[in-house]
Structures are given as C-alpha cells and as structure tokens.
C-alpha cells in the first residue's frame, strides 16, 4: 500500500469503550498515512460510558495503532477532553515520542497554531449541566446503535443510509451549544492572544473557516469526530485539509514530501492557558 505523506494530523472525538465508535475506521485511516506528528485532540476514551463490559477487539486495535505509529517514529500528543477528564491529572506526562497535555501551541508554516479540544468553552460540561450531558451521551449512544440497526434495513429496502444521529446532534448543537456563539467566542480569545490558527474539536461539528472581528482574524479548524463525520485536519503543502475517510475508499494520493517543520512550543503552552484562565475570571 501506497501511504500518503501528511506533515501533521489533528482529530479527535472517537470516543473508545462506546457503541458510537468507528474504532475500525480510524484504525483503517492510521493505516494509509505516515505523519511526523499526531494530535489526538480528546476524547479519544469516553471515560464517561466506559465499561469493562464493552471494549471490543476492534477499540484494542485502535490503541495498538496509535503505539504501532509512535513505534514507526512519530511523535503522538493526547490532549484531554471532557470525556476522557480523567486524564488531566496526568496532563504533563511526557514519555518519548509520547505527550499527554490539556493543550497545545505549535509553529508550522510560519503560523502560531492553539490546539485544544474545546470544552472549556461549552457551558454544558460544567457544574449540574455536565450531569444532563452525561445522561444525553449516553442516550445518544443508545441512538447510534438504533440508527445502525435502522440503516440496515433502509440499505436492503432503499439502498441508502439515514443519520438520526446527525440530525439529532445538529439540533442539539443549535439548541444548546450554539455552534455560532462557541465559534466566535474561541475566535476572538485566538486574535487577542495574537494567534493565527485555532484547532478545537468537542462539538462534532468538522469546520474551517475564517473569523473576523475588529482587532483582526484567525482561521478556525475543527477536526470534527469519528463517530458520525469520521474526518481528520491534515496539513500538507503549506495548509490545513479537512479529509474525510468513506468507508473502504480512501483515496490514495503520491507521497508528498512536507516542506515546512513544525517545532512543538512547550514552553508557552501553560503561559498561554494560564493567561487565559485570568482573563475569564
């Protein structure tokens, strides 16, 4: 297999230990690349529904490839999310090509990039709230389950699939996330603290964009998820690429040699967050 090239690779969201999961795609995907760098930008073990009752062959492939990439010289950050929370007590571990951070700031392309899973800016994570969240997950896993069954019978009567799932979400996200709001709020904190890129990933919602105001612009990414979207940010030849894997079809592109080095500011990282959390208060 002809692998493709990619510099550096963002995604987040495949929420592990949970019927949600496309395990076996991400794990498919892992397969036809070769990166420097990847970030798995939260919620890659959903802490929140996790059982010992449910973690199938599938999701410990997943795990194995992740170290399969880190074996093959890649340097793999895990930044924490709400569902994998648990980690974050553990958030300034670092064991070779491994890192596990709540955020991060990188420089490729001569651009300043902040990485984090995003929801930090969600009110529905926090205090009483973050309890609904826990009982909607896990109905909207229920949901998944149900929408598979659903698609099975639609593929065999109609030969085409239905996302409930989508639709549920996509309401729930205007509903109570407010997509618009949450965007523009990550924005502007980006231009004030004078970056040029913002990578987030949290609301299932694959983006890019740019976002202005009056002190000036960023571009906005989300890597989206891999349980309904199942898409990754991938940058090469001096930009970011939102690809999205389609089942058994990955379409596989020449090497691409990458042109720019992407250097790890480790040392900003917790000055960034910390001025953050200063301002908010």
Known sequence: MIKRQVEIVVLSDLHLGTYASRAKEFTAYLKTIETKLLILNGDIIDGWQFSKKYFPSTHFAAIKEIFNQIDKGTRVVYITGNHDEALRKYSTLELGNFMLTDKIVIEVGGKKVWIFHGDVFDCTTVDLAKFWGKLGSNGYSLLLGFNRLVNF?????????????????????????????????????????????????HIHQPQKRIIKNKDGEVCYLNSGDWVDHMTALEYYEDDWHLFTYQYQSVEIEKPRNPTSPSNVLASEVYFQFNALIKNKR
């Open 153 to 201: 019978v639609s593929q065999l009567l109609i030969k085409e699939k239905l996302s409930l799932s989508k639709i549920i979400m996509s309401r729930y996200n205007r509903r109570f996330v407010k997509i618009d709001e949450y965007e523009q709020k990550i924005a502007e904190i980006a231009i004030e603290k004078k970056f040029d890129i913002v990578i987030c990933g």
